[in-house]
C-alpha cells in the first residue's frame, strides 16, 4: 500500500499518534500521508474508499483523543495544503493554514474579525469542523463559502472587515489576556465537554469538586475543571475514565447531561461517545 499512498504525497509508517496530537496520547497509526495537493486529495480519497481502507483526517490534532491501540489505517494531514490570499474582504484559506497564521496573515493585511482564532491551536479545516468559537464569537459567523471534497474541508473563504494593524493587534492582545487568565498550561486538547444550554461546563465541574482529581496520568485542571491534563504518563483510557466519572458526578448533583467537545477516536477511526 506504501507505494500507491506515495503516489499522493509524503508517506511515513507506523507513526506514533501521540506526535500528532496535542494531547500527547495515542498509539501507532499504521500510515501518515501528507497530501501534496487538493488534486492529490481527490485521488487518495477515492483510491481508500474504493479499496474500503479506513483513514482520519487529521488538522492540528488539537481536538482529538487517539486511542492507546492506535489506529488501524491512513491518517491523512493536510498541513502542506497551505495558501492564503485575499482580494478586498475576501480571505481564502486551505484548510491545513493553522489558525496563528491566518491571524497574522489578516493582521499583516489589515483585514479584521478571526482575532479570536489567533491562540486556537488548530487549522482552519479543524475549525470548521468543530466550529471553533472563543469569547462569544465563532467561526461560522465570518464564512463566506467551505469547498469539500466528499467529507473532507479543502478550502474556505472568510467575509471579514477592512480595519488597521493598530485595533486589530489591540483586539488580538485582549484575546491573549484572557486566555492567560483563564486557561491552563500543559498537554490538553482544549474543553472536554460543550457548555450545555444555559450552564457553564467548568462551572458545574468545579461546582462538584473535581478539580485536581485524577486517573492515572490524567488530572482534572486547577486552573480550567474543563480541561484534562495529561501530566505526562496519561494513556487515552486514563483519560476515558477520568471523562466518564466526571459525566456521571456532574448529573449526579445537576442532572445535566455533559455533552462531549473533543474528537475520541478508536483504532478503526471511528468516532466514541461516552
Ligand atoms: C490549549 C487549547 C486551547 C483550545 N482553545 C479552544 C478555543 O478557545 N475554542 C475552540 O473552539 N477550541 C479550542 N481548542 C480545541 C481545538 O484547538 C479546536 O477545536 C480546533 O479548531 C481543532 O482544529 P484542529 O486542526 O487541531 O483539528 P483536529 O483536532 O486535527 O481535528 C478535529 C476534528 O476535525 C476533523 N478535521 C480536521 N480537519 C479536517 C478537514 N480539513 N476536513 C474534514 N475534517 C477535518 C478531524 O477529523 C477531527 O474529527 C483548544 C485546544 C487546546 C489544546
Known amino acids: 500500500m506504501n507505494k500507491e499512498l506515495s503516489k499522493f504525497g509524503d508517506v511515513k509508517t507506523n507513526i506514533s499518534l501521540s506526535k500528532l496530537s496535542t494531547f500527547k496520547i495515542g498509539g501507532i497509526a499504521s500510515f501518515l500521508l501528507t497530501i501534496s495537493s487538493v488534486q492529490n486529495l481527490v485521488d487518495c480519497l477515492y483510491y481508500l474508499k ?3 481502507i479506513p483513514f482520519f483526517v487529521l488538522g492540528n490534532g488539537s481536538n482529538v483523543l487517539f486511542s492507546d491501540e492506535g489506529f488501524l489505517g491512513v491518517i491523512i494531514s493536510l498541513k502542506k495544503l497551505n495558501a492564503i490570499k485575499y482580494e478586498d474582504e475576501l480571505v481564502e484559506s ?8 491566518i491571524s497574522k496573515f489578516c493582521l ?3 483585514l479584521a474579525g478571526l482575532e479570536f482564532l489567533n491562540d486556537i491551536p488548530g487549522t482552519v479545516g479543524g475549525a470548521i469542523c468543530t466550529n471553533a468559537h472563543s469569547y462569544g464569537h465563532k467561526i ?10 466528499k467529507s473532507v474541508v479543502v478550502s474556505v473563504k472568510f467575509k471579514l472587515k477592512k ?5 486589530i493587534k489591540k483586539e488580538l492582545t485582549k484575546f491573549s489576556e484572557k486566555r492567560k487568565t483563564s486557561q491552563p498550561k500543559g498537554l490538553s486538547a482544549g474543553c472536554i465537554f460543550s457548555n450545555p444550554k ?13 478539580k485536581g482529581v485524577r486517573v492515572g496520568g490524567a488530572v482534572v485542571s486547577n486552573k480550567h475543571a474543563n480541561f484534562i491534563i495529561n501530566s505526562g504518563i496519561a494513556t487515552a483510557k486514563d483519560v476515558l475514565e ?5 459525566k456521571e458526578k456532574v448529573f449526579e448533583k445537576f442532572k445535566v447531561t455533559l455533552k462531549l467537545e473533543i ?3 478508536d483504532k478503526y477511526g471511528k468516532q466514541i461517545n461516552i
Open 140 to 149: 461560522f459567523d465570518y464564512i463566506e463559502s467551505v469547498k469539500k471534497i
Open 50 to 52: 474504493k479499496n474500503k
Open 263 to 265: 474528537n475520541i477516536i
Open 242 to 246: 477520568l471523562t466518564k466519572l466526571i
Open 198 to 210: 444555559n450552564f457553564k461546563a467548568g462551572e458545574l465541574i468545579d461546582k462538584t469538586g473535581l
Open 108 to 110: 499583516e493585511n489589515e
Open 94 to 101: 486551505e484548510a491545513g493554514v493553522l489558525l496563528s497564521n
Open 163 to 167: 480595519s488597521n494593524k493598530e485595533l
